[in-house]
């Protein structure tokens, strides 16, 4: 496995907590109909939620203040 011979595999290379990846979570099988990637439920890039049910998702640091309030830093 290539994330082995690159000394990565702790990082990359499986889908496991903890690692590194990036992710496309549609409803449906999109090998039997590529049209079910119209139906995208989340992206992770880097490991980190991005999308989810069509909504982008930010971390709380980039949140302004107000917003921050209202969650209760959540």
Same mark, same amino acid.
């Given at each position: 496995?290539? *994330?082995? +011979?690159?000394?990565? $595999?702790?990082?990359?290379? &499986? +889908?496991? *907590?903890?690692? @590194? $990846?990036?992710?496309?979570? !549609?409803?449906? %099988?999109?090998? $039997?109909?590529?049209?079910?990637?119209?139906? &995208? @439920?989340?992206?992770?890039?880097?490991? @980190?939620? &991005? !999308?989810? %049910?069509?909504?982008?998702?930010?971390?709380?640091?980039?949140?302004?203040?107000?917003?921050? $309030? +209202?969650?209760?830093?959540?």
């Amino acid at each position: 496995n290539a *994330a082995r +011979i690159l000394c990565i $595999a702790d990082q990359v290379g &499986t +889908i496991e *907590a903890g690692k @590194r $990846a990036d992710l496309l979570v !549609v409803s449906g %099988d999109q090998a $039997a109909n590529i049209s079910n990637i119209k139906n &995208t @439920r989340m992206v992770f890039q880097d490991g @980190r939620l &991005t !999308v989810q %049910d069509g909504l982008l998702v930010f971390p709380r640091q980039y949140l302004p203040e107000p917003v921050q $309030a +209202i969650t209760n830093g959540k």
